[in-house]
């Protein structure tokens, strides 16, 4: 019987010389739940793009079921479906006209479709009217709608005698606890019937309990596959790092924590651009040299926040008082100008420039570090020095500094955004979903420099919905469900079981 998926010496390398696949020659049974794990730059989208058919081999051949792939039309034409990393949605359109592209190439009618596609999103625990638009919906709500879309046209392809492969690149990051445990359910019941599952994910812990096997890759090989069953985790971190862990110990920076607030929020009211309130007489203190956590169910208003106090998005009513001054309302420049800074959710959409270079990238907004006469001259040597710094200092992989930002993986691109951000010291960080889409490695480096701020005695608001990581290394946790504060915490002060059911409404 031929394997579910079948690679013979597959490569694949990009511009720069990035060797992204490195010989892989690998075979996968049908009726699997496959995991498939490694650091960022490990290569693990690239195999599952060259797997779909999104991308061609260097060298190398790719069967499914026998049949040999030298597309994407062949390729889903044989049963394989990818959700990607980065939503793949057009702003303009709505998610029923996505719909009616369900099938490359053919033009079908929605009308069945919409209630199934409802049916499916409301099984995840996420109620979208399918007609409106990408464009005015949050990063979470598209995840939901895109593996909904795939689930739906697995289920076609199955009632057309297929046997459905589905590729999940990261995407249950922004689901909360309960929406990541029905969609582990319908994943079971789907491998019970057939179908052949790849879920690429970070999250060790929803890997190891959901999975069958777990795929490792590192530097584009496959290091090692693991059964899930009776699994020696510690054997499988050590295939996939030569770091330790994050763990709770990373925390061991003592805080210096002032009296005095760094920000307060008082009675906030803020829409989104529905004009839906989500953001409702919000109040909130941040103290000076504080790391504050504000724990979150995506998609439930904290993007609407973040944005306003960094000056995004104006305030419907209520004062923002930044280090004792009022700045309600003032806009994202003038924000700057004042020491605040922001990392957005969706770092790939809003933090990269895909035509710009590497080097672009992580100096963009700094150029004061490397310019004289107000701008007028570039050191373009200082400009280099400070890129190559960053890379360094983030673990960045990148051979070419003047190559396209696109020729980095994923997660590389995350870190060239996390690097440019963080890189200079601002008094005040909003770090909205910091974590999301990093590899273990990646988040420690990112907590490394949350201490280092605390140190300095900077001011950091982490927002997730990551409990876990909030207790591990905030001094303080708030708890923020339907728009509102509903308490603040010491880590001691709280169980990460309580902040669960708070921010899911049930406390």
Do not use: W
Not at 163 to 175: G, R
Not at 353 to 359: C, F, L, M, Y
Not at 389 to 396: K, M, T
């Amino acid at each position: 019987m031929d394997a579910a998926v079948k690679l013979r010496e597959v490569s694949k390398t990009f511009p720069g010389g990035v060797v992204a696949v490195d010989n892989i020659s690998l075979e996968l049974d049908g009726g699997v739940l496959y995991g498939v794990v490694g650091p960022n730059g490990a290569g693990k989208s690239t195999l599952m793009n060259l797997i779909s058919g999104y991308m061609l081999p260097d060298k190398g051949e790719i069967y499914i079921y026998g049949v040999r792939i030298n597309d994407f039309h062949e390729a889903i034409s044989q049963g394989v479906v990818k959700v990607e990393q980065n939503p793949n949605l057009a702003p303009g359109l709505t998610l029923v006209e996505h719909l009616a592209l369900l099938i490359p190439g053919i033009s079908i009618k929605t009308s069945g479709l919409r209630e199934r596609c409802e049916e499916l999103m409301n099984m995840i625990g996420v109620r979208v009217g399918l007609d409106a638009k990408v464009e005015d919906l949050p990063i979470s709500h598209l995840r939901v709608f895109e593996i909904a879309k795939a689930l739906l046209l697995c289920e076609l392809l199955h009632e057309a005698g297929r046997k459905p492969i589905l590729i999940l690149d990261e995407a249950t990051v922004f689901l909360p606890i309960q929406q990541k445990q029905t969609l582990k359910n319908i994943l079971k019941d789907l491998v019970s019937n057939g179908y052949t599952i790849l879920l690429i994910s970070h999250d060790l812990a929803e890997v190891i309990d959901v999975s069958d096997k777990i795929i490792v890759m590192t530097a584009g090989k496959i290091a090692s596959i693991f059964r899930s069953e009776n699994l020696d985790v510690s054997a499988l971190i050590k295939s996939m790092f030569d770091v330790a862990l994050v763990t709770e110990s990373s925390r061991s920076t003592p805080s210096i924590i002032s009296d005095e607030p760094a920000l307060v929020i008082e009675k906030l009211n803020v829409r989104d651009d529905r004009g839906n309130l989500v953001v409702r007489d919000l109040s909130l203190t941040v103290y000076s040299g504080e790391v504050h956590g504000i724990a979150v169910i995506p998609g439930t208003g904290e993007k609407e926040l973040a944005e306003c106090m960094y000056g995004l998005r104006r305030a419907e009513s209520g004062r923002i008082i930044l280090f004792g001054e009022d700045v309600s309302n003032l806009n994202v420049f003038q924000m700057r100008k004042k020491g605040v800074s922001f990392i957005s959710d969706d770092r790939v959409r809003d933090g990269i420039i895909p035509d710009a270079s590497v080097e672009d990238n992580l100096t963009i907004g700094s150029e004061s570090r490397f310019s004289y006469f107000n701008g007028l001259f570039i050191n373009s040597m200082e400009r280099r020095a400070l890129a190559e710094n960053l890379i360094r200092e983030f673990s960045i992989v990148a051979k070419d500094l003047k190559a396209p930002i696109t020729t980095l993986s994923g997660g590389n691109m995350q870190r060239v955004y996390l690097a440019r951000v963080m890189g200079g010291h601002v008094k005040l960080l909003i770090a909205l979903h910091p974590t999301v889409g990093l590899d273990p490695m990646g988040t420690k480096i990112f907590f490394d420099k949350v201490n280092e701020r605390r140190m300095k005695g900077f001011t950091t608001i982490i927002i997730s919905p990551n409990v876990k990581e909030l207790m591990a290394f905030c001094d303080r946790i708030s708890v923020m469900s339907e728009g509102r504060i509903l308490g603040t915490f010491k880590p001691e002060e709280v169980t990460v079981e309580k902040l669960g059911f708070m921010v899911s409404g049930v406390a």
